[in-house]
């Protein structure tokens, strides 16, 4: 079945610089990447997600690509902001239409 | 619009006791999850439902059951709890494919 591997658990930024986050899967069927955000005590929410028939994906500061033959997505925050302070999830969609979720990255914006 | 509602937040149980976690949802979602949060840790998928009657088990079911009578509703039942069940346990929904999983507000259980 799909795993999806999350890296790094804890990133720690300048307010203003920028933020990588990376996902891996190992379905290669699996064609949905969904990236959340769940602020603390809050409930996960969509931020950004991408299909498998798009390399990238922008929303404002945010953006997501994808590399299919590699099977690893990544989140992209520039200027970050404190507002940007999360724990953000990446997920892959398999093939019964299932989110399969990665551990989680706590991003912590530095003022 | 109320999205996906839970009930309880809150609720501290003790060994051996059972409760039910409510989950509603007014979307018209055939989807609905029911997930697990262990304190800095990722999303375990309990439960899932893709349809009125249609139940399946995700990854951690044992200790749990489920029920799915209607579109909108979508029951947790802990039976004998447990220390290891202290959780927060958030509900989801959503349309089939490749669309976005609405979250209700999570239920923080703590087994004593």
């Known amino acids: 079945g799909e795993n999806v591997e999350q890296h790094p658990s804890t990133l720690s930024v300048q307010e203003g610089d920028s933020a990588v986050i990376k996902c891996t899967y190992s379905?290669?069927?699996?064609?949905?990447f969904p990236w959340y955000k769940q602020e603390l005590g809050k409930r996960p929410q969509l931020i950004i997600d991408?299909?498998?028939n798009v390399g990238e994906k922008k929303d404002q500061r945010i953006a997501v690509t994808l590399n299919k033959t590699a099977k690893h997505f990544s989140l992209h925050i520039t200027e970050t902001q404190p507002e940007d302070s999360a724990v953000y999830f990446c997920?892959?969609?398999?093939?019964?239409?299932?989110?399969?979720w990665g551990a989680g990255t706590k991003l912590i914006i530095k003022p | 619009n109320a999205g996906v509602t839970q009930t309880p937040k809150f609720r501290i149980l003790k060994i051996g006791q059972s409760m039910t976690l409510q989950c509603t949802q007014d979307?018209?979602?055939?989807?609905m999850y029911w997930y697990r949060q262990d304190p800095g840790m990722g999303l375990k998928l309990i439960y899932y439902?893709?349809?009125?009657?249609?139940?399946d088990k995700g990854e951690v079911p044992n200790g749990y059951n489920v029920s799915r009578s209607t579109t909108e509703d979508f029951p947790l039942r802990l039976e004998l709890a447990a220390p290891s069940q202290t959780s927060v346990y958030f509900c989801?929904?959503?349309?089939?494919?490749?669309?976005?999983?609405?979250f209700g507000q999570g239920t923080r259980l703590t087994v004593v």
């Open positions: 991408i299909r498998s």
């Open positions: 439902s893709v349809g009125a009657g249609i139940t």
């Open positions: 997920a892959a969609m398999d093939s019964n239409y299932q989110l399969i």
């Open positions: 989801a929904s959503s349309f089939p494919g490749y669309t976005e999983a609405f």
């Open positions: 379905d290669s069927a699996s064609n949905y």
């Open positions: 979307m018209n979602h055939n989807y």
